[in-house]
């Protein structure tokens, strides 16, 4: 089945493949268990949750619970408190980091702690953001909100991604869906290739410093300053 042909039945069958594509990730994310029928929407499993946060509103990172853990519900784009019994290792959170006494974006871990504090440029996978809604849900606000994400989904099978700003909000990411880590923490950038994170080095090492909308070396390796040797000509 070939999928974005510019046609009536193409377009049809685009919208078959965006739809199952979608159920791919969803699967990926749950371990591949809950029909569609079963699993609980966006709206009616938060709709009674205190403390959800509207993220698309200014300033919105001074209204947190210092002591809360949010996940990030992008369709409904608000925060939503999650207790640690709900919280899932691998998954990105919103937590208080003790060290930048602010809240940051962090990776789960098995034991209950978080490793990393995301900062600008670092990319994640839409499925890592503990999604709670259906099918429909996503297919519906992946094609409202992202609709480059949304082709490049339904035609090369793409994971979509999402890329972190530094007002602490995350945008539509076009482009690879490898997930990387600038950490706040280490100064040092991470990518995942595969189940274990690579760290990105350069010349001098493995720090980096942001610059502009990429990324630039600190302490970089510089070429050796050579002495100067004087040079006497002989006098007459």
């Given at each position: 089945m070939?999928?974005?042909?510019?046609?009536?039945l193409?377009?049809?069958v685009?919208?078959?493949?965006?739809?199952?594509?979608?159920d791919?990730v969803w699967?990926?994310a749950?371990?591949?268990?809950g029909?569609?029928?079963d699993?609980?929407s966006?709206?009616?499993?938060d709709a009674?949750?205190?403390g959800?946060?509207?993220i698309?509103k200014?300033g919105?990172?001074?209204?947190?619970?210092?002591?809360?853990v949010?996940?990030?519900?992008?369709i409904?784009q608000r925060?939503?408190?999650?207790?640690?019994?709900?919280?899932?290792?691998g998954?990105?959170?919103?937590?208080?980091h003790?060290?930048?006494?602010?809240?940051?974006?962090?990776i789960?871990?098995?034991?209950g702690?978080?490793r990393?504090?995301l900062?600008?440029?670092?990319v994640?996978q839409?499925?890592?953001?503990?999604?709670r809604a259906?099918?429909e849900e996503?297919?519906?606000?992946?094609q409202?909100?992202a609709p480059?994400?949304a082709r490049?989904?339904e035609i090369?099978g793409?994971?979509p991604t999402v890329?972190l700003g530094a007002?602490?909000?995350?945008d539509?990411?076009?482009?690879?869906?490898?997930a990387?880590?600038f950490?706040?923490d280490?100064g040092?950038?991470w990518?995942?290739h595969?189940?274990?994170p690579?760290?990105?080095?350069?010349?001098?090492?493995p720090r980096?410093a942001r610059?502009?909308?990429?990324?630039?070396?600190?302490?970089?390796?510089r070429p050796p300053?050579?002495p100067?040797t004087?040079?006497f000509?002989p006098?007459?």
């Open positions: 070939r999928c974005g042909t510019d046609s009536p193409g377009r049809i685009s919208a078959v493949c965006l739809a199952m594509a979608v791919v699967a990926q749950t371990g591949g268990t029909a569609a029928a699993r609980p966006s709206a009616a499993t009674n949750d205190a959800t946060i509207d698309t200014d919105f990172a001074s209204r947190v619970n210092r002591d809360t949010y996940r990030n519900d992008l409904a925060l939503v408190p999650v207790p640690r019994s709900e919280r899932k290792a998954h990105v959170y919103f937590r208080f003790s060290g930048l006494a602010r809240h940051v974006w962090s789960a871990t098995a034991d702690g978080f990393y504090a900062g600008p440029g670092s994640q839409t499925r890592q953001f503990d999604p259906s099918t996503r297919q519906r606000a992946l409202a909100r480059e994400m490049l989904l090369q793409t994971l890329i007002d602490e909000r995350w539509a990411h076009v482009g690879s869906s490898v990387s880590v950490d706040l280490t040092r950038r990518e995942w595969g189940i274990d690579v760290g990105v080095i350069h010349s001098g090492g980096w610059q502009g909308s990429g990324y630039g070396p600190v302490d970089p390796v300053v050579l100067v004087a040079a000509c006098c007459p």
